[in-house]
């Protein structure tokens, strides 16, 4: 097996509003990333992506609080940490994450290679500005990007170049783990294929160790990661590789999801598009019981009551949270 | 399809510019179409090809620098400057559109109630007994699946985006119009409520026989809904056709590179090309 680079052991976090109410968005998330893999995540907007994105870095910031659980980065818990501790410590150099706006983490009135320094610098004052120029010039050549663009406002930059720089930013000090919270959700087909490749390149040539990526367009993860994990009211619901859940999804929330996929394939006309009926659960009074069951098809009066525990497969990757047995599942779909 | 196609809406030579002299931008660039009754249209283009420049054209929210509309046969007359404002208003009678952002589309200081009645008042349903209004409401909202009960009461910011979007649809069916003009409708919406929206849109059209124009850049939405597509490049149609036609075998290199760059599921997608 390979080396563990973060790992997630039942991590809960909670948002406090101002009534004083609590809102669990991530509830018992356990998840592990492997060095040289790539973990996504997908959901529907509301599940808690963004928020798990937000919690495994460990810096937590009102209204968002820690409640219990553990992350471990290359075998360092950083869970306890003060977040002053994190941001000087684990943030750019252990963990970079890339916000959905990419675009707008950039200064208007600053160059970029200003901003750039500022972020070497907050890390070591020592560095010179030789150093940074050398250093942000490398780290932009390997990603393909012109060394030109360093000497220029964001304002001359158009939407996708803003991206790849924010994005080669955040990787400058060869973060372990890199967060990519909906890189391309902004962007139209050319340019999310040329950040897709760019992100793929920092992999392959060791930049970043592993990623984390976030999106609900699910072509897309099932093209850019080797392993997919499908949140649900702030739990995971199914966690698998890439293959297994987007072509034999278990949890009935995946199947519908899976089922509303649309890529310009030959044949897609013909099958019809299942759309999910429903809202999503109130996160500040979860149901007792399976949060999905309101919306499940295949509901059976346990699932409203029991607790649904995650039941993890013999190959250990492979888990789904139902409470129906696995041939039961399958039989469903089948004849559906 | 209908047997004998009546052209519904058509333009010849319809151009947009925006500034002068070295500022100038071509939006739309000399477009030709015919667009036919009771069809489902896709427009297709990346951003900044003008796609949104050509629904506002077409909507009459802006006017065109160059070229004739034509619906149903007849040339377009708008009019000119206030005093022709009722002329918008009949053909907004009869073309009516969805907005990519559903947060922007209401009126924040209306009551949803305001909202759909004021879209029977258009219907000229204004002096129908106030149990009958109910009763339309009411249809028009189970239509979408939401509950009229719940709703009454509340403003249009208390929805989340999907409900927004389709009371927006409960909007087009209490209005009725020949066209209906969706410009990017599910673009802010996730993948699993895209499709109940999606659904919804074809039924409202299979019941009313309604022409429907989607303008998207998301191609498999495209090829899912469309009778015709119409490839968009720099304010031209480079392509069109049915489809299966252009989406399965594009012969232009600006729609084949458009559709390698989509990721999918069953093909292999090639990162070398960019």
Redesign the interface.
């Known amino acids: 097996m390979a080396y563990v680079m973060l790992e997630l052991k039942e991590l809960t976090t909670k948002y406090i509003t101002r009534f004083h109410e609590d809102v669990y968005a991530v509830d018992h998330v356990s998840l592990k990333v492997e060095e040289g893999k790539s973990l996504g995540i997908a959901g529907e907007s509301g599940c808690g992506k963004s928020t798990l994105a937000l919690s495994l870095m460990g810096y937590y910031f009102a209204p968002l609080h820690y409640t219990s659980g553990e992350i471990i980065i290359d075998g360092k818990n950083i869970s306890g940490m003060k977040p002053d501790d994190i941001r000087k410590t684990i943030l750019g150099t252990e963990i970079a994450y890339i916000p959905q706006a990419a675009m707008n983490a950039l200064n208007p009135t600053q160059k970029i290679i200003s901003f750039i320094n500022d972020v070497i610098q907050a890390h070591d004052p020592a560095t010179s500005k030789k150093d940074c120029y050398d250093l942000a010039r490398s780290v932009f050549e390997n990603v393909g990007l012109p060394a030109e663009v360093l000497q220029k406002y964001p304002v001359e930059l158009s939407g996708g170049m803003k991206q790849r720089t924010v994005i080669a930013t955040s990787v400058i000090l060869s973060p372990k783990v890199l967060i990519a919270d909906e890189p391309s959700s902004a962007l139209d087909v050319t340019t999310q294929k040329v950040v897709i490749k760019m992100l793929r390149d920092l992999m392959e040539k060791g930049i970043v160790k592993s990623m984390i990526f976030i999106t609900h367009e699910l072509p897309l993860l099932y093209n850019v990661t080797d392993d997919i994990m499908v949140m649900y009211a702030g739990q995971i619901v199914e966690s698998g590789t890439a293959q297994q859940t987007v072509f034999d999804p278990l949890h009935p929330y995946s199947k519908g999801l899976m089922g509303s996929i649309i890529v310009p394939e030959a044949g897609l006309r013909d099958h019809k598009l299942t759309a999910i009926p429903g809202v999503p659960p109130n996160l500040k009074k979860p149901p007792a019981g399976c949060r999905f069951a309101d919306r499940c098809k295949y509901v059976i009066p346990e699932c409203k009551t029991n607790s649904v525990g995650l039941h993890v497969l013999e190959d250990d990757k492979r888990a789904y949270r139902c409470i129906l047995p696995e041939e039961e599942l399958r039989r469903y779909y089948k004849n559906a | 399809m209908p047997d004998e196609k009546k052209p519904c809406l058509s333009a010849t030579g319809l151009t947009k510019v925006f500034g002068f002299g070295r500022q100038k931008t071509v939006a739309v660039d000399h477009v030709d179409f015919d667009f036919y009754e009771g069809e489902i249209i896709s427009i297709v283009g990346?951003?900044g090809s003008g796609k949104t420049t050509l629904a506002k054209m077409l909507l009459g929210l802006i006017s065109t620098s160059e070229g004739e509309i034509y619906f149903q046969g007849k040339k377009r007359d708008l009019g000119k400057g206030i005093w022709d404002q009722w002329k918008k208003r009949e053909y907004w009678k009869n073309i009516q559109a969805i907005f990519q952002d559903p947060y922007s589309s209401y009126n924040m200081f209306n009551k949803i109630d305001a909202v759909l009645l004021d879209c029977i008042r258009m219907r000229g349903g204004g002096k129908l007994p106030q149990a009958k209004k109910i009763a339309m409401m009411t249809e028009a909202c189970s239509f979408v699946?939401l509950k009229y009960e719940e709703l009454t009461n509340k403003y249009p910011f208390e929805l989340?985006?999907?409900?927004m979007q389709r009371l927006m649809i409960a909007r087009i069916f209490l209005l009725k119009p020949k066209i209906l003009l969706a410009d990017e409708p599910t673009s802010m919406?996730?993948?699993?409520?895209?499709?109940?929206i999606?659904?919804m849109l074809l039924k409202l059209r299979k019941e009313t026989g309604m022409t429907l124009i989607f303008i998207t850049?998301?191609?498999?939405?495209?090829?899912?809904v469309s009778d015709s597509v119409y490839i968009m490049e720099h304010g031209k149609f480079v392509e069109h056709g049915t489809?299966d036609e252009v989406?399965?075998h594009p012969k232009e290199a600006y729609t084949q590179?458009?559709?390698n760059?989509?990721?999918?599921?069953?093909?292999e997608?090639d990162?070398s090309t960019?």
């Open positions: 990346e951003s699946n989340s985006g999907g409900q919406i996730d993948a699993s409520s895209r499709a109940t999606l659904d850049h998301d191609i498999g939405l495209a090829y899912y489809a989406i399965l590179r458009l559709i760059d989509v990721p999918k599921i069953h093909e997608w990162l960019v």
